[in-house]
DNA sequence: GGTTTGACCATAA
DNA sequence: CTTATGGCCAAAC
């Protein structure tokens, strides 16, 4: 039901699925763009995933667990929706290293691979 | 309905 | 470690 009276939100279909798919993710843990994308049955749409974060509204899906494989943020130039992801994440529990990535291995959530089988 | 793009990922050097 | 290249799929024009 997300944002049903925007214009251009959660219209398309692959989009709404990647947003279902991060609402799953618990607070103080983090996925990864593959993962939700593999989640979805497709492990090489990472990109649409991506894509699908950037036309939703930071309202109601926490889009800001979701992070690059390499567990660092990516962000698409301007760096202020990539330090407010970071300040929401450390409010979630979320440590960064001092290269700006987080434990990958230790907070990657994992639960949606049971979705796919 | 073809072309362009995109908050990525894996591989090679 | 960094830099460069291919690919994959869906949304937007």
């Known amino acids: 039901m997300w944002i049903d009276d925007a214009d251009r939100i959660v ?5 709404s699925r990647v947003h279902a798919l ?3 993710v618990p607070r ?9 994308a593999a989640a979805l049955g497709s492990p090489r749409v990472a990109r649409q995933v991506g894509f699908a974060l ?3 509204r930071d309202d109601d899906v926490p889009w800001q667990r979701v ?20 300040r929401l994440l450390e409010a979630e529990g979320v440590p960064f ?4 990535r987080v434990p990958l291995e230790r907070l990657r959530f994992r ?4 979705v796919a089988g």
């Open 54 to 56: 950037a036309a939703l």
């Open 11 to 15: 219209r398309p279909g692959f989009n």
């Open 67 to 86: 992070i690059n494989a390499k567990g660092t943020i990516s962000f698409r130039g301007d760096t202020d929706r990539g330090e407010h992801q970071r």
């Open 111 to 114: 639960a949606f691979t049971e």
């Open 97 to 100: 290293d001092a290269a700006g």
């Open 22 to 24: 991060v609402c799953q």
């Open 28 to 36: 103080g843990q983090v996925t990864t763009y593959g993962d939700v």
